[in-house]
């Protein structure tokens, strides 16, 4: 898969997704969620604010 190719990369990077995955999520620095175009919140995967977001987009459940 492609999320464990860049989960061995030295190098910054950036991803794109519509899709949750846990092991990419924990991973990254920072989770930007949007909505309609706008950031609706950013922060790590553990944040409630972040969580709640992927939640209310039903890509997760907390």
Do not use: K
Request: proline share 3%; no cysteine; aromatic share 6%.
């Amino acid at each position: 898969m492609i999320e464990q190719h860049l989960m061995t990369l030295d190098e910054g990077w950036a991803t794109i997704t519509h899709q949750y995955s846990p092991a990419l999520f924990a991973f990254a620095d920072v989770v930007i969620v949007l909505v309609n175009g706008r950031v609706t919140t950013r922060g790590r995967a553990t944040d409630p604010a972040v969580m709640r977001e992927l939640n209310r987009l039903q890509l997760m459940s907390v």
